[in-house]
């Protein structure tokens, strides 16, 4: 069951209950027979309380009381409740009044306002305790998968980069370098370095700045061309305002290596790597093109290999649906994989 299905799901049944503990109150204590018409008062009240708590429910999300601090939500969430409690106060007389159970004298008596709005107060800020309750754990829960596919991640870097293959290799080619250019050799452990200490010392963090992740992809690349030489061509397109935007450590990265490693290495005339950034009102995207082509080696597109499917995954934990990675042949011998990340400010939740 989805959010939103659980979510009505608990918001009917629970006024309905909030209905029917009124009437079967009333018929355990009450000295007067039950009628039609308050068991129709009851549920439309209950009818009334669910509309409330639903546009309260808008309300929280559009002024993203969800990511506040108690501090600061205890106070707006009390004088919500008490403004919330007098509107239903009043509504309410719009429903006893059809049903013949409006009393003007007794409706606007000062303590029965104050004695039945206390108590819809009362019903309304638990109300919110649980709604925040529930989201809180759900932002706890959310944020342990989101530490598991991290550690994930990190597992599947290291034993990328710390391959003794890769070592072997980028050693090999800087040792080439020695003599020959020896600025360049420099300039070169450098490079490993940096992609050694960020694969060992890369922290928890949700997010890091675009300009951080550019730097490790540069540094890969340019270990790369070594081996590679003439072989491998790389470009960058970037979009002014991208040093704005924050991607998951690690992803961009790693969804390069992905296309030198499956695409330019096998192929023995060699390829380019092109990385271009755009920027729109909502999104930050991210293309990375290679030469190759791509193979789905027997996975159909809703069961994708375990770098994409964990990639998604981390996606989806930081952004819900509004993020999403792609990988597609865009013509016949380079491969398109694209990311599209929301404006750090529409981040869910």
Avoid: C
Wanted: aromatic share 12%.
């Amino acid at each position: 069951m989805n959010k939103l299905k659980l979510y009505w799901s608990l918001q009917i049944g629970g006024w309905l209950m909030f209905a029917i503990v009124q009437i079967l109150g009333f018929l355990l204590l009450g000295d007067v027979r039950l009628s039609i018409y308050q068991i129709a008062f009851w549920f439309l009240e209950a009818g009334l309380f669910l509309v409330t708590t639903h546009l309260f429910r808008s309300f929280i999300i559009k002024r993203k009381w969800l990511s506040y601090n108690m501090s600061k939500l205890i106070p707006r969430v009390i004088l919500a409740v008490i403004i919330l409690a007098s509107v239903v106060y009043i509504l309410r007389m719009a429903i006893a009044m059809p049903l013949n159970m409006y009393n003007p004298n007794v409706a606007w008596r000062m303590t029965n306002f104050l004695g039945l709005s206390s108590v819809y107060a009362l019903i309304f800020f638990l109300w919110s305790v649980l709604y925040f309750i529930y989201h809180y754990f759900e932002r706890y829960n959310t944020s342990l998968k989101h530490e598991a596919a991290m550690n994930e991640i990190e597992l599947n870097n290291l034993k990328s980069q710390l391959n003794p293959h890769f070592i072997f290799n980028a050693l090999n080619s800087i040792r080439a370098l020695v003599d020959e250019n020896p600025k360049k050799s420099k300039n070169s452990i450098t490079q490993l370095s940096n992609i050694l200490r960020n694969s060992l010392v890369t922290d928890k963090k949700k997010l890091t700045s675009f300009n951080e992740e550019l730097k490790i992809v540069k540094d890969y690349l340019g270990l790369e061309t070594i081996r590679f030489e003439e072989r491998l061509k790389t470009s960058f397109e970037i979009h002014p305002d991208s040093n704005m935007f924050q991607v998951p450590p690690l992803m961009l990265q790693t969804l390069v290596e992905n296309g030198v490693k499956h695409g330019i290495s096998k192929l023995k005339e060699g390829g380019f790597v092109k990385l271009k950034t755009s920027v729109t009102d909502n999104e930050f995207i991210i293309q990375i093109r290679n030469s190759g082509t791509y193979k789905l080696n027997g996975v159909s597109k809703n069961k994708p290999g375990l770098g994409l499917k964990n990639t998604r995954h981390r996606l989806e934990l930081l952004y819900g649906d509004k993020a999403r990675v792609e990988i597609r042949n865009e013509s016949k011998n380079i491969v398109l994989t694209e990311l599209i990340i929301p404006n750090n400010e529409s981040i869910n939740n």
